[in-house]
């Protein structure tokens, strides 16, 4: 199966996503600090975030983020997470998960999330990701790990999206 994600440019969307009080996100307890998820989410997002954290434990799962570089500094990915101090299941657990929901980007079915590079918020399209959690699991939480990926620096195009996807189901699959 084959399925592509896109770097849009939404400044006007990502300030409204901004954890403002009242904005609906609830608050996680995390060791890494505060982590949003957004409730509308529901227990898909969770099915699946908990599968790219599985994967995300595997040891050859850490050879995406040698594999991939930094499109700002042009170090591995792995330079980047190490920066932050965290390991790669941590990173992932302190990333803000939203509900894209009539953004436009999730107006187009072929997207089931998205972020900006080197941002620290991945937008879910729920309604696409849920079609493709039910019809691949490994996608789901693929497009998860190809999204948080990107919030370390990872560009694209170079590499293709179908690229990066191909590569973190290589190293991460099961």
């Not at 969770?46 to 040698?66: D, H, M």
């Not at 932050?84 to 939203?98: K, R, W």
């Not at 079915?109 to 941002?119: M, P, R, V």
Request: charged share 15%; with cysteine.
């Amino acid at each position: 199966m084959s399925f592509t994600v896109r770097r849009v440019a939404l400044p006007g969307i990502l300030a409204a996503m901004i954890r403002l009080p009242g904005s609906g996100l609830a608050l996680g307890a995390d060791p890494a600090g505060p982590r949003a998820v957004d409730p509308g989410l529901g227990p898909m997002f969770q099915v699946v975030s908990t599968q790219a954290k599985r994967l995300l434990q595997k040891p050859s799962c850490g050879r995406i983020f040698e594999e991939f570089l930094d499109s700002r500094t042009g170090r591995p990915l792995a330079a980047s997470l190490s920066g932050t101090g965290l390991d790669a299941v941590t990173y992932f657990e302190s990333l803000t998960f939203v509900d894209g929901t009539g953004t436009a980007p999730c107006l187009r079915d072929s997207i089931h999330a998205y972020t900006t590079i080197g941002g620290s918020t991945i937008h879910v399209c729920p309604a696409q990701l849920l079609a493709l959690q039910k019809h691949d699991r490994m996608a789901a939480s693929s497009t998860l790990l190809h999204e948080a990926l990107h919030t370390l620096g990872l560009g694209e195009n170079p590499p293709l999206p179908s690229e990066i996807t191909h590569r973190i189901r290589e190293h991460c699959g099961w």
